[in-house]
């Protein structure tokens, strides 16, 4: 896998490397059961086939990751059919016979059985051709064992007593109970055809004439105009009737059936509504009770809808779990429109896990699926499978996909749907036209935008008004080019906030990079304004550290003018601040009292690959390519301002995109030879706002007290991770490291657990952990940290920590200042979740680095910090001891150069203008 990676980072549209690549995610899928990978593998040997169409080894790759999602495990060998029981019943000439095959329907189909009493024994409708044949005496058995068979499957008296609401004649006793079923009859027409409001006034009119009549019918009526309302996004109402039926049919002696029903429809409506871990529970309940009932094809169909629930609350990799096992499920002769919604949503989350090719591989499949679709329903596949196929650059066919979904739309009775079908297929025209570099506004785009508006649909305004603003700048409109802008960034960040879970906000991040490039560039580029990009670039970046529940989220929230950052650097800091855009790299450099701007005409991509070819050369043995590497990048990068920059005690970088994976230490410095280590002390600031917010720093920053919590080589579950080793080096690095300072705390081996670790954190100023970290490069929430038995630290859960403020953490372990890298908000590595909980500086690595390694560096380190040096000149000292060792022979660059210091809040508290070169300050 690692090999693999590498390999792209210097050639990314290699067919061969990405099709190896997907075969490595096969194989690691089937040791570790992730399904993730099976995903990422088909989107990985999908672009290879789009790269090179008869690629042999990536079809084949394809078709088996695409048969272990969606293909059927554990059918049964001999599923009788639907059809042939219903023949069964009606021509068995002995009752036993009959009674067999209606025990077989029931136990293989429950829910439709249900229908079937209702629907056709009851209410009398034309049914299939094989129920049309019965004899009244025939259909008067049926509903008698199908009743009985499903009371004993279901529990309680209701569904028994609806045969028993029949006469010898195999009808209706009271004429109430027949009105209350041609109106359930015209419920079920009207729900057909996607007219819902017609639905929910016949569904209630026959809730209340069963009602009258005294008849079971009557509570499951009423979960249909539940339903009814539900569609026509009355929540509130819906809601309500739900929770009167639950509260009537989840009882011992309740219809249970109809109670998982409502307790599925909860658990869809609250999830509709955006209150995810509300929806759970309800959800589990319905898969568990179906599950018991043998109704297979409602447990699958509601386990894809706790699957989608997962993945929204940041569940991933349990989220496909649950997807795939429903998906296999449902190819067992189960429903074809829940099938196809399935697949449909499998789909949308492909696109979440950011590998639209799988996306557009699972529509298609979802288009496949045979059997009738509801009114609208081909049209909201076609529209999932044109967002796939315009985020994967095809162009001509999203917009044949759009225009088949207008034509199925147009078809759709129920006014409501067709006018949200519309609009979603407007939206995405512009979207599609913003993407082909159209100068020219697609008809409704104005239409859409209003609608958006006018249903407080924040985050999809802010995707439109993006995607008119780059229409009006192609049309050089920029004045209203930069309205928009400002309206959707004002509508991000307001629905931000709501954004409360993991997966939907990275999704998001892509919205977010976007409208700040456009932005910046619209300021820097079109209209000269450095400045005002400057501080848009700067909101842009600050905001996954404001999302923090620590101190950092407060300091970002307020920006300043940028022109104040200068003023409060200190004297021997410089800022460098980058922004890299598809054809430009941006860069500001602040000084104290002093800005000044410069723009070089590169690509982002081509920025990217000189970056992986410096550490490509950073790997090797000879070190001329290094040094020719380093010079070219620090000219390109400096320029003009490499000489003042040298003049500095610490250089302050905030890089963007590919630089995040830049180590900045082994640039040439600034006299054309040598490293910028030699010069300076660099030190990596992820937001200005956050390290430079406060104008009182030595104020609102408290000296922290020099006490060392220590962690060393935990003892994890080696069951759990068997490719990892115990790590005897780090447990001599945590001791060494425990010693240098006058008071320490070490936790090594068993005794480093999350317990410990949590409970101890918040009382030392500095913390070091040595051993493993598992970088999770699609939901970087759950990359962590290894601790003693099956404990682990998720990113996600470092704020429970309760950090000093201004705390030293140093992350001994491998690439915590990597992981995946996004526009804007920068490295998603674990470094950023402790400077978001408050840390002062994060000592972390780029790359995988020998046991001993680290800790040549990092004791040395320690000695200085615990000398009272601040963590950027600590760490330059470190490593500029490692330069050569006592024999005068170099130290191989990559041994000293993979850590980085990162600076949050009250990362500066040390550097004051008192503070000069060779003299130490305490913390």
């Known amino acids: ?152 499957i279901a529990g309680g008296p209701p569904l028994a007593a609806l045969a028993g609401e029949l006469d010898e004649r195999g009808r209706p006793r009271a004429p109430a109970l027949r009105d209350a079923l041609a109106a359930w009859r015209q419920g079920q027409d009207a729900h057909r055809r996607g007219d819902f409001e017609a639905a929910a006034a016949a569904f209630r009119a026959a809730a209340e004439r069963a009602r009258d009549a005294g008849s079971a019918l009557a509570p499951i009526a ?60 309800p959800l589990e309940r319905a898969a568990r009770s179906y599950a018991a009932m043998g ?9 894809a809808m706790l699957a989608e629930t997962g993945q929204r609350l940041g569940d991933s990799e349990n989220a496909w779990r649950h997807r795939v096992l429903a998906l296999r499920e449902s190819a067992c002769g189960g429903n074809p429109f829940r099938r196809r919604m399935m697949i449909l949503e499998a789909s949308l989350a492909a696109t979440l896990d950011e590998a639209p090719r799988a996306a557009a591989v699972l529509a298609d499949a979802a288009l496949a699926v045979e059997g009738p679709a509801p009114p609208g329903g081909l049209a909201e596949v076609l529209l999932q499978r044109a967002a796939a196929r315009a985020r994967i650059g095809e162009l001509d066919g999203a917009s044949e996909d759009l225009l088949r979904a207008a034509s199925d739309v147009a078809a ?44 407080g649909r924040r985050l999809r305004l802010a995707e439109l008004l993006l995607a008119r603003a780059r229409i009006e700048m192609r049309r050089n409109r920029l004045r209203r080019a930069e309205r928009d802008l400002e309206r959707a960034i004002g509508e991000f960040e307001r629905s931000r906030e709501e954004l409360d879970d993991t997966r939907l906000r990275i999704a998001y991040r892509e919205l977010s990079s976007s409208l700040f490039d456009e932005m910046v560039r619209l300021q820097a580029i079109l209209r000269n304004r450095p400045g005002k990009a400057l501080g848009f670039a700067e909101r842009g970046r600050a905001h996954e550290l404001a999302r923090g529940r620590g101190p950092a989220a407060a300091a970002v929230r307020v920006i300043p003018d940028p022109g104040r950052w200068a003023r409060r650097l200190p004297r021997d800091a410089t800022l460098v601040y980058f922004v890299t855009l598809p054809r430009r790299l941006l860069a500001w450099r602040l000084a104290r009292g002093a800005v000044s701007f410069r723009a070089v005409d590169v690509t982002s991509r081509e920025l990217a690959r000189r970056v992986v070819a410096l550490r490509d050369a950073l790997a090797g043995n000879d070190e001329n390519p290094l040094l020719r590497e380093s010079a070219s990048l620090a000219e390109l990068l400096f320029g003009p301002w490499r000489t003042g920059i040298a003049g500095s005690r610490v250089l302050l970088v905030s ?235 170099r130290t191989p660059v990559r041994a000293w150069s993979a850590f980085e210091v990162w600076l949050g809040r009250c990362g500066l508290a040390g550097l004051d203008d008192r503070a000069r070169p060779g003299e130490r300050t305490r913390r």
């Not at 109704?295 to 386990?303: G, I, L, P, Q």
């Not at 570099?437 to 609608?451: I, N, S």
């Open 1 to 152: 896998m690692a090999l693999f990676e590498r390999a792209l980072e210097r050639s990314p549209e290699d067919p061969d490397l990405l099709a190896g690549l997907a075969a490595a995610l096969i194989l690691r899928a089937r040791q570790t059961g992730s399904l993730r990978d099976v995903v990422l593998a088909l989107d990985a040997a999908e672009t290879a086939r789009a790269r090179h169409g008869d690629h042999r080894a990536a079809s084949i790759v394809s078709e088996q990751a695409a048969a272990e999602l969606l293909s059927a495990e554990g059918c049964p060998d001999e599923q009788p059919r639907w059809t042939d029981l219903l023949a069964a019943i009606g021509s068995s000439p002995s009752p036993d016979g009959a009674a067999r095959a209606v025990e077989s329907l029931v136990r293989h189909w429950p829910a439709r059985s249900r229908d079937l009493l209702i629907d056709v024994l009851l209410a009398g409708g034309d049914g299939p051709p094989e129920v049309a044949a019965w004899s009244s005496a025939r259909r008067r058995f049926a509903a008698e064992r199908i009743a009985a068979v499903l009371r004993e």
């Open 222 to 281: 009423r979960y249909r105009l539940a339903v009814a309302v539900y569609l026509r996004q009355d929540f509130t109402r819906a809601r309500a009737l739900l929770e009167g039926l639950l509260a009537e049919t989840d009882t011992p002696t309740g219809d249970r059936m109809l109670a998982a029903d409502v307790l599925r429809m909860q658990g869809l409506l609250e999830s509709s509504a955006g209150r995810l871990a509300a929806a759970r529970l």
């Open 295 to 303: 109704e297979r094809d409602f447990a699958s169909y509601t386990r």
């Open 412 to 455: 759709v009775p129920d006014v409501a749907t067709r006018e949200r079908l519309e609009i979603e297929i407007a939206a995405a025209r512009l979207k599609v036209a913003a993407a082909a570099g159209e100068r020219r506004l697609p008809d409704g785009a104005r239409d859409a935008v209003a609608w958006f508006e006018r249903k």
């Open 655 to 889: 890089p963007d995109g590919p630089l995040h994976a830049l180590p900045f230490a082994v640039l040439q410095g600034a006299a054309g030879r040598g490293f910028l280590i030699e010069d300076v002390a660099p030190a990596i600031v992820p937001s200005a706002a956050l390290v430079l917010g406060s104008a009182r720093i030595a104020h609102d920053c408290p000296a922290v007290t020099p006490r060392a919590l220590v962690i060393g080589d935990p003892a994890f579950d080696r069951a759990r991770y068997p490719l990892l080793a115990r790590l005897e080096g780090a447990a001599r690095e945590a001791r060494t490291v425990a010693a240098a300072w006058p008071e320490s705390r070490l936790l090594a081996g068993e005794q480093a657990t999350r317990g410990a670790f949590l409970e101890h954190a918040g009382a030392f100023g500095v913390i070091h952990f040595a051993g493993h970290a598992i970088a999770d490069p699609v939901d970087p929430a759950r990359s962590r940290l290894l601790l003693a038995g099956d404990d682990e630290l998720a990113a996600g859960e470092v704020a429970e920590a309760r950090l000093v403020r201004g705390a030293a953490i140093v992350l001994a372990a491998c690439s915590t200042a990597g992981g995946r890298i996004t526009r804007g908000e920068g490295t998603l590595a674990l470094a950023r979740p402790f400077l978001a909980a408050g840390a002062g500086a994060v000592i972390a690595s780029l790359w995988e680095l020998p046991d001993d390694d680290a800790g040549s560096l990092l004791v040395p380190f320690h000695r200085e910090l615990a000398a009272g040096m601040p963590a950027p000149l600590a760490l330059q000292r470190a490593q500029q001891r490692m330069l050569s060792a006592a024999n005068g022979e």
